[in-house]
Protein backbone atom coordinates (compact mmCIF):
# COMPACT_ATOMS: atom_id res chain seq x y z
CA UNK A 1 0.00 0.00 0.00
CA UNK A 2 1.18 3.36 -0.91
CA UNK A 3 0.96 5.76 2.31
CA UNK A 4 1.36 9.75 2.16
CA UNK A 5 2.26 10.77 5.81
CA UNK A 6 0.48 13.62 7.11
CA UNK A 7 3.19 16.47 8.50
CA UNK A 8 1.86 15.93 12.53
CA UNK A 9 2.40 11.88 11.93
CA UNK A 10 5.94 12.52 10.77
CA UNK A 11 6.58 14.70 14.31
CA UNK A 12 4.52 12.25 16.05
CA UNK A 13 7.22 9.27 14.85
CA UNK A 14 9.92 10.60 16.40
CA UNK A 15 8.95 13.37 19.04
CA UNK A 16 5.91 11.88 20.56
CA UNK A 17 6.31 8.60 19.91
CA UNK A 18 3.13 7.74 22.55
CA UNK A 19 0.46 9.21 20.30
CA UNK A 20 0.52 7.18 17.69
CA UNK A 21 -1.40 3.64 18.06
CA UNK A 22 -0.31 0.26 18.12
CA UNK A 23 -2.16 -0.43 15.10
CA UNK A 24 -0.83 2.67 13.31
CA UNK A 25 3.07 1.75 14.10
CA UNK A 26 2.42 -1.56 12.76
CA UNK A 27 1.49 -0.09 9.95
CA UNK A 28 3.99 2.64 9.33
CA UNK A 29 6.73 -0.46 10.12
CA UNK A 30 5.23 -2.67 7.60
CA UNK A 31 7.66 -3.46 4.76
CA UNK A 32 5.17 -4.25 2.48
CA UNK A 33 3.74 -0.88 2.63
CA UNK A 34 5.69 2.56 0.68
CA UNK A 35 5.30 5.56 2.93
CA UNK A 36 5.67 9.32 1.58
CA UNK A 37 6.42 12.58 3.28
CA UNK A 38 5.79 15.48 1.06
CA UNK A 39 8.18 18.55 0.39
CA UNK A 40 4.86 20.38 1.11
CA UNK A 41 5.28 18.68 5.02
CA UNK A 42 8.76 19.81 4.78
CA UNK A 43 7.68 23.21 4.10
CA UNK A 44 5.44 23.46 6.91
CA UNK A 45 7.84 22.12 9.48
CA UNK A 46 10.92 25.04 8.05
CA UNK A 47 7.59 27.31 8.63
CA UNK A 48 6.70 26.72 11.75
CA UNK A 49 9.97 26.11 12.88
CA UNK A 50 11.25 29.84 12.01
CA UNK A 51 8.00 31.08 13.77
CA UNK A 52 8.92 29.31 16.62
CA UNK A 53 5.71 26.99 16.75
CA UNK A 54 7.73 24.10 16.72
CA UNK A 55 10.93 23.08 18.54
CA UNK A 56 12.97 20.16 17.17
CA UNK A 57 15.99 19.03 18.57
CA UNK A 58 18.12 19.75 14.82
CA UNK A 59 17.01 22.82 11.67
CA UNK A 60 14.47 21.16 9.90
CA UNK A 61 17.63 21.07 7.15
CA UNK A 62 18.91 18.38 9.23
CA UNK A 63 16.33 16.85 10.96
CA UNK A 64 13.97 16.24 8.11
CA UNK A 65 16.13 14.34 6.04
CA UNK A 66 17.84 12.30 8.62
CA UNK A 67 14.05 11.40 9.99
CA UNK A 68 13.20 9.97 6.19
CA UNK A 69 16.45 8.39 6.23
CA UNK A 70 15.29 6.69 9.30
CA UNK A 71 11.42 5.94 8.68
CA UNK A 72 13.20 4.60 5.20
CA UNK A 73 10.57 6.92 3.78
CA UNK A 74 9.99 8.03 0.11
CA UNK A 75 10.18 11.73 -0.81
CA UNK A 76 6.99 13.31 -2.92
CA UNK A 77 7.83 16.58 -4.79
CA UNK A 78 5.42 19.07 -5.47
CA UNK A 79 4.65 18.92 -9.24
CA UNK A 80 2.79 21.55 -11.23
CA UNK A 81 -0.06 18.86 -11.24
CA UNK A 82 -0.32 18.74 -7.71
CA UNK A 83 -0.39 22.48 -7.09
CA UNK A 84 -2.95 23.21 -10.03
CA UNK A 85 -5.29 20.65 -8.72
CA UNK A 86 -5.72 22.73 -5.95
CA UNK A 87 -8.38 24.35 -7.90
CA UNK A 88 -11.09 21.71 -7.89
CA UNK A 89 -11.16 20.98 -4.40
CA UNK A 90 -14.44 22.14 -2.34
CA UNK A 91 -13.55 24.83 -0.28
CA UNK A 92 -14.29 22.76 2.82
CA UNK A 93 -10.95 24.24 4.72
CA UNK A 94 -8.02 26.56 4.09
CA UNK A 95 -5.37 25.35 5.16
CA UNK A 96 -3.04 25.16 2.04
CA UNK A 97 -0.21 22.20 3.49
CA UNK A 98 -3.89 19.91 3.79
CA UNK A 99 -5.13 20.83 0.69
CA UNK A 100 -1.97 20.18 -1.39
CA UNK A 101 -1.38 16.64 0.61
CA UNK A 102 -5.16 15.91 -0.57
CA UNK A 103 -4.23 16.38 -4.28
CA UNK A 104 -0.98 14.65 -4.14
CA UNK A 105 -3.09 11.67 -2.58
CA UNK A 106 -5.56 11.77 -5.29
CA UNK A 107 -3.55 12.16 -8.09
CA UNK A 108 -0.61 9.55 -7.00
CA UNK A 109 -3.82 7.50 -5.84
CA UNK A 110 -2.30 7.05 -2.73
CA UNK A 111 -3.84 6.29 0.79
CA UNK A 112 -3.40 9.76 3.45
CA UNK A 113 -2.42 8.90 7.19
CA UNK A 114 -3.63 11.35 9.42
CA UNK A 115 -5.23 11.88 12.50
CA UNK A 116 -7.11 15.37 11.21
CA UNK A 117 -10.64 14.28 10.26
CA UNK A 118 -11.22 17.24 8.10
CA UNK A 119 -9.78 14.82 5.39
CA UNK A 120 -12.76 12.41 5.55
CA UNK A 121 -14.73 14.97 4.19
CA UNK A 122 -13.03 15.39 0.75
CA UNK A 123 -14.13 11.94 0.02
CA UNK A 124 -10.57 10.33 -0.48
CA UNK A 125 -8.82 7.21 0.74
CA UNK A 126 -8.08 8.02 4.20
CA UNK A 127 -6.81 6.30 7.24
CA UNK A 128 -8.07 7.87 10.38
CA UNK A 129 -4.94 7.71 13.12
CA UNK A 130 -7.91 8.17 15.80
CA UNK A 131 -9.44 5.08 14.52
CA UNK A 132 -7.33 2.62 12.95
Known sequence: MKILIDTHIFL????TPSRISANVSALLKNSNNDLFLSSASSLEIAIKYRIG???L???PEI???????????KSLDITQRHALAI????QIHKDPFDRLLITQANIENF???SADRVF?????????ANKY
Open 111 to 113: KLL
Open 87 to 90: TDLP
Open 57 to 59: PDS
Open 12 to 15: WMFL
Open 120 to 128: DLYGLDFID
Open 63 to 73: YVPDRINRANL
Open 53 to 55: KLK
